[in-house]
C-alpha cells in the first residue's frame, strides 16, 4: 500500500515578504513605490528586508510600515502589531548588590602624598609672605626718603604762572555752540537699522491642523529639515522657519494649512497624487512647488 507523505505547512511569512509581495502584486518596483510614497527608496528596501533598526527610532518604523501597508493592500495596523510583537525585551539589569567585591585593606603609604602636598603648600605661602613683607618695607622706605627731600624744578615757561598763583579759569562755552554740540552726539549714536530689516527676512509661522494621518515634509530656505513624520490625525503642526518654505504632505485632502495666523488653502496645482508639493513665500502666499 503507497501511503502519501503530506505536505509540510507553509512557514509564516515576514512582515518584509509580505510587503514586498503586496508591491510585487500591484506590479510597482522599489522606484516606483518610492516615487508614489514620497519616500527614499532605502526606507522601502529597509521595510521589505525587516531591516527595521535602519529606519531609526520605533516612531519612525511604526509610521513607514502603517503607510507602506495600506499602500501595497497589507492591513497598516496589522504590520505595526506584528512588529511590536516580534520586538525582542531587553535583558534585565544585572543585580549589582549579589556582585562580590574584593577586601580592600589600608595602605599606610597613601597617607605620604597628602601629607608632602601639605608641606609643599605651606612652604609655598611662607615664601609668599616674606617676598609681599620684604617689598612692602622697602616702598615704605623710599616714600619716606621722598618725603624728607623736597625737589623743586623750575618752569621751563617764563609765562606760566608760580606755584602760589591761581590757575586761569576755562572758558565755557555759549549757549549758541553748546546746543550744536548737544546734537552732535546724538546723531554720531543714532541707531543703526535691525538686519532683519535691512535684510528683509523674517520668520515665517506655518501652522498644520490635520483630520486624518499625513507624512510631512517641511524644509527652510537653506534647506535645513523642519519637520519629517507622520503625524496623527487630530494633531496640530507649528513650524517656524526662515521663509521662504518648501512643504512636501502625503495625504493633502486631510490637511489645512495657516501662515503667519491666516487661513491659506492648497494651489490646485501643487497636487501630486493623493499628496501635495507646495512653497509658501515670504508674503504668505502658496504657490506650487517646482
Not at 567585591?101 to 605661602?125: I, N
Request: proline share 9%; with cysteine.
Amino acid at each position: 500500500m503507497d501511503e502519501t507523505v503530506a505536505p509540510a505547512p507553509a512557514a509564516p511569512r515576514s512582515i518584509g515578504e509580505r510587503l514586498r509581495a503586496g508591491r510585487e502584486r500591484s506590479g510597482l518596483s522599489v522606484a516606483a513605490a518610492a516615487e508614489k510614497l514620497h519616500l527614499d527608496p532605502k526606507v522601502i528596501e529597509a521595510l521589505e528586508a525587516d531591516r527595521f533598526a535602519d529606519l531609526g527610532a520605533s516612531v519612525y518604523v511604526r509610521g513607514h510600515l502603517r503607510r507602506y501597508g495600506d499602500f501595497v493592500g497589507e492591513p497598516g495596523a496589522a504590520m505595526v502589531e506584528s512588529y511590536l510583537s516580534s520586538r525582542v525585551a531587553p535583558p534585565p539589569p544585572p543585580d549589582l548588590t549579589r556582585i562580590p567585591h574584593a577586601e580592600h585593606r589600608s595602605d599606610p603609604r597613601r597617607l605620604v602624598t597628602p601629607l608632602m602636598g601639605l608641606a609643599c603648600a605651606a612652604v609655598l605661602l611662607l615664601a609668599i609672605w616674606w617676598i609681599l613683607a620684604g617689598s612692602k618695607t622697602g616702598a615704605d622706605k623710599a616714600v619716606n626718603e621722598s618725603a624728607a627731600v623736597p625737589v623743586v624744578l623750575p618752569s621751563a615757561d617764563p609765562t606760566a604762572p608760580a606755584a602760589n598763583e591761581p590757575a586761569a579759569p576755562v572758558p565755557t562755552a555759549s549757549p549758541a555752540n553748546s546746543g550744536t554740540a548737544s546734537n552732535a552726539p546724538a546723531a554720531a549714536t543714532a541707531t543703526p537699522p535691525k538686519r532683519e530689516e535691512a535684510t528683509g527676512s523674517r520668520e515665517t509661522r506655518l501652522k498644520l491642523a490635520l483630520t486624518n494621518d499625513s507624512w510631512v515634509e517641511i524644509y527652510d530656505a537653506s534647506g535645513e529639515r523642519l519637520f519629517y513624520d507622520v503625524a496623527g490625525a487630530g494633531s496640530v503642526q507649528n513650524v517656524t522657519g526662515r521663509g521662504p518654505l518648501r512643504v512636501v504632505l502625503g495625504n493633502a485632502a486631510g490637511v489645512t494649512v495657516e501662515v503667519d495666523g491666516q487661513a491659506r488653502g492648497i494651489p490646485a496645482n501643487a497636487a501630486d497624487g493623493e499628496g501635495a508639493r507646495f512653497v509658501v513665500n515670504r508674503s504668505g502666499s502658496l504657490t506650487r512647488s517646482r
